[in-house]
């Protein structure tokens, strides 16, 4: 079974920036499409960033311009950089491939 483990979550300030990785235990993301997702409170998890296997990328609305996703099949790792951070985007956010979820980090911006 493939683990994920997201990392880099935290609280800043409006207009601010995060990085977040998802690291995997084994090399899954180079044949698999992987995604960001987030879930605020109260709400549906929703899909923030999408990038395939052959690094094609798509963003959701909210965060189309702001955030940026890659990935280093080499480190087994994926990334989502997240700048111009607005109160709006505070979650848990997730990773996912192939069928598995990652435990999530949470991402705080104060106004």
């Known amino acids: 079974q493939v683990q994920l483990v997201e990392s880099g979550g935290g609280l800043v300030q409006a207009g601010g920036s995060l990085r977040l990785s998802c690291a995997a235990s084994g090399s899954i993301f180079s044949a698999n499409a992987v995604g960001w997702y987030r879930q605020a409170p109260g709400k549906q998890r929703e899909l923030v960033a999408f990038i395939n296997s052959w690094g094609n990328t798509n963003y959701g609305d909210p965060v189309n311009g702001r955030f940026t996703i890659s990935r280093d099949n080499a480190k087994n790792t994926v990334y989502l950089q997240m700048n111009s951070l607005k109160p709006e985007d505070t979650a848990i956010y997730y990773c996912?491939?192939?069928?598995?979820w990652g435990q999530g980090t949470q991402v705080t911006v104060s106004s």
């Open positions: 996912y491939v192939n069928g598995n």
